[in-house]
């Protein structure tokens, strides 16, 4: 098993190299890392739709680690997780603008995704699972979700990504695959069980619910109050702003540049021989 040193140490060169891949391959991984964790999300709402309560979302949040598992052993790349290259950024084994390109890229690949797999997933007729309790949690999701405020969406999302990049980097610790999606369950299932907010599991979760409100049987069965907040204005504004905001802090600020201060930038041996590498 890596240290914690031994983590931070080899994600230097982890994190510099995600600033190097071009543009197009940037959007294609984003892509796919939108499409595990939307299909995690789908996961979690027929699972949780099976039980009414906290027994249901605690089925849901135990499925939901899939979908980093797979981002990170399938090979992909995921916005909220690579908040961590601050910490190569603070090293000066990377710029400011390559981390900035690579949040950018991957956040649009991300999206799209995301999107690929809620349109799919309401033209598969999931949303009319047990009697369409699938369609009407989907909404109802998307209406809560929409319906925070600004601060509240903004500390979610930083509690969200602090257990989120928590997971990614005790992937790292292990060096095998069982030890890294062990690493990931718990911290993963924790911050879905709780309720925070991850900008892209939202992607997916929001807008599965804005296109299942397409159906006036499924609106109707949701019989929500806050429907006309389900709206795209509401979900680019309301959620997907604060949340990104919030998991940008929760996972460069809690989590990298903690790293870095704990174990690159108070420690001599190690800097000088990051100093000899450059």
């Known amino acids: 098993m890596n240290s914690p040193k031994e983590i931070a140490q080899n994600y230097i060169s982890i994190g510099a190299g995600k600033t190097k891949i071009s543009i197009p391959k940037m959007v294609v991984l984003g892509i796919l890392a939108g499409i595990f964790i939307a299909l995690a999300g789908v996961a979690y709402t027929v699972a949780s739709s099976t039980l009414e309560g906290s027994v249901g979302k605690l089925i849901g949040a135990s499925v939901f680690p ?52 809620a349109a799919l997933v309401v033209g598969a007729g999931t949303t009319g699972l047990f009697g369409g309790e699938v369609g009407k949690d989907m909404i109802n999701i998307a209406v809560g979700k929409v319906s925070l405020g600004f ?27 069982t030890g890294k999606i062990v690493g990931i369950f718990f911290p993963i299932m924790f911050f879905v069980l709780c309720g925070f907010e991850h900008s892209v599991a939202n992607m997916y979760f929001i807008a599965t619910g804005l296109f299942a409100s397409g159906n006036q049987a499924l609106v109707d069965l949701a019989a929500n109050a806050n429907i006309g907040m389900l709206t795209w204005g509401n979900f680019f504004v309301k959620n997907l702003l604060p949340v990104t905001l919030g998991n940008i802090v929760g996972g460069s600020v809690m989590v990298g540049l903690s790293y870095w201060y704990l174990y690159i930038a108070g420690d001599k041996e190690t800097k000088e021989k990051l100093s000899a590498k450059k």
Do not use: Q
């Open 66 to 117: 899939g979908g980093l598992a797979m981002v990170l052993l399938a090979g992909s790349e995921l916005f909220t997780g690579n908040t961590i290259i601050v910490l190569p950024v603070c090293c000066g084994h990377a710029k400011v603008g390559g981390m900035l390109k690579n949040w950018l890229f991957v956040y649009i690949g991300n999206f799209i995704g995301s999107i690929i797999i």
């Open 151 to 177: 601060d509240v969406a903004f500390i979610r999302g930083i509690l969200c990504n602090f257990l989120v990049c928590i997971a990614v980097w005790m992937s790292f610790a292990a060096k095998d695959v």
